[in-house]
C-alpha cells in the first residue's frame, strides 16, 4: 500500500494534454491528508459516541492498492457507521470514468479516497454522508467529494447551520463554490424514481481541475442542461486555479465536517422518540439503499474496480424497511419532511420567524 505505482507510457499516443501535470508527489501528498483525514474523524466521532469504537480491518487489492475500513457498531449514538480509506491502481480504466474523460485512454491510473457513512439510533439524529477522493490517468487528474445530510425528522436550525458552516469553507477559495457545488449537490442526490431528493443537501463536485478548455464548468456532469449546470455556465470557468488550490479547497471542506455535523448530533441525541419514529427512520433508510445501489458514483466505480466489496457496501444501513405505497399523514413532522425538507431550499439565508 505504501509502494505508489510508476506510470509507464501508453501504447497508443495519448491527446495532448490541456493543463499542468500535477506535481511529481502527488499521490503521496493526497494519500497522508486522506489517511490522517480519516484519523481525525474517527478520533471525533468515538468521541461524540461515547461508547463505542472504530474496529480496523486493512485489505489489500490483487491488482494493485489497497485500504483499512473502519466501522463502528452498536454505539451509543451511532448503530452503524464506517470511515474508509482506500488508494487503488491498475491497468484497466472502468467505463464509468472513461464515459467523463475519454481522454484517459491506454493509461494506468491511480484513485484514492476516504469516504464515511453514519446511520444513527436516534431518528432525530441525521444520517450524514462524505467523500473525498482524487484521481490520475497519465495527463488527466481531478479532485472530486461532497458532503450531504440526510435526515428523518429535521429543524431548520440544524439544516442552515450545516449548510452554512460548509459555505464558510468555500467561501475561503471562491465566492461562488458554494453556490455552484450546493446545486449540484440537489441534483446529484436525487432519486429519479421516487422524484425526490436524498436529503437536505450540502455540497459535491467532481473532475475538479485546471483544464478549462476542455471542460469551461466548474463541475462539467451529465446532463449539461440542468439548473445546476446552467448556473456553472453562468460562473464560468475558475481562472488560474493550481493542483495545490484545489486540493487546499478538499482540505478545508473536509475540515469543516465535524464542525458542521457534531453540533447536530449534541443537540439531537437524547430526544426521546417510540416505535412511531423508529419505523419512519427505517422507512426513510430505504431511500438510501436505493440511491446508493441505483446512482452512487463511489459504489459503481468501486464495484467495476473489483474493489472490497464489504468496504464498498458499508454505507448501507444495517435495519431498514419498505412499505408499499406510504404516504405521510397531512401535517404531521413525516409531511413536513417531503413537502418541505426534501425540496431545494436556499439553507445558507434561512433565518428564524
Not at 477522493?133 to 479532485?143: D, K, L, N, S
Not at 450546493?182 to 424514481?193: A, G, I, T, V
Not at 419505523?279 to 466505480?301: A, H, K, M, P, S
Request: some cysteine; charged content about 25%; glycine content about 8%.
Amino acid at each position: 500500500m505504501t509502494a505508489f505505482p510508476t506510470f509507464s507510457a501508453p501504447e497508443k499516443t495519448p491527446k495532448k494534454a490541456t493543463q499542468p501535470l500535477p506535481p511529481s508527489d502527488s499521490r503521496e501528498r493526497v494519500s497522508a491528508w486522506l489517511q490522517s483525514f480519516q484519523d481525525s474523524v474517527c478520533e471525533g466521532l468515538t468521541e461524540a459516541d461515547g461508547a463505542a469504537e472504530f474496529k480496523q480491518d486493512a485489505w489489500e487489492r490483487p491488482e494493485g492498492g489497497g485500504g483499512r475500513s473502519r466501522v463502528m457498531r452498536d454505539g451509543k449514538v451511532f448503530e452503524q457507521g464506517g470511515v474508509n480509506f482506500s488508494e487503488v491502481w491498475g491497468d484497466k480504466l472502468p467505463p464509468s470514468i472513461l464515459k467523463q474523460r475519454p481522454e484517459a485512454a491506454g493509461h494506468r491510473f491511480y484513485a484514492t479516497g476516504t469516504s464515511m457513512v453514519l446511520h444513527p439510533k436516534n431518528p432525530y439524529v441525521p444520517t450524514v454522508h462524505l467523500n473525498y477522493r482524487y484521481f490520475e490517468a497519465g495527463p488527466v487528474w481531478w479532485f472530486g467529494g461532497g458532503i450531504d445530510l440526510t435526515p428523518y425528522y429535521p429543524f431548520e436550525e440544524d439544516v442552515a447551520q450545516f449548510h452554512n458552516t460548509l459555505k464558510g469553507a468555500c467561501d475561503k477559495h471562491h465566492p461562488e463554490y458554494y453556490n455552484t457545488f450546493k446545486r449540484w449537490c440537489d441534483e446529484y442526490f436525487y432519486l429519479q424514481h421516487r422524484d425526490e431528493t436524498r436529503g437536505v443537501g450540502g455540497l459535491f463536485f467532481d473532475y475538479q481541475d485546471t483544464s478549462g478548455v476542455l471542460y469551461p464548468m466548474m463541475y462539467p456532469g451529465s446532463p449539461l442542461d440542468t439548473p445546476a449546470a446552467k448556473y456553472s455556465e453562468k460562473v464560468g470557468p475558475v481562472e488560474n486555479r493550481s493542483w495545490d488550490d484545489i486540493f487546499a479547497f478538499v482540505q478545508d471542506c473536509g475540515a469543516a465536517f465535524l464542525p458542521s455535523y457534531l453540533p447536530i448530533v449534541a443537540k439531537r441525541k437524547d430526544t426521546e422518540y417510540g416505535d412511531r419514529e423508529r419505523n419512519f427512520q427505517l422507512y426513510r433508510r430505504g431511500r438510501y439503499v436505493e440511491f446508493n445501489l441505483v446512482y452512487d458514483r463511489g459504489t459503481i466505480f468501486g464495484l467495476q474496480t473489483n474493489g472490497r466489496t464489504e468496504s464498498i457496501l458499508m454505507s448501507l444501513p444495517p435495519l431498514v424497511r419498505w412499505e408499499y405505497a406510504y404516504t405521510p399523514e397531512p401535517g404531521t413532522p413525516e409531511a413536513k419532511l417531503y413537502d418541505v425538507f426534501l425540496k431545494p431550499q436556499d439553507w445558507a439565508n434561512w433565518k428564524p420567524e
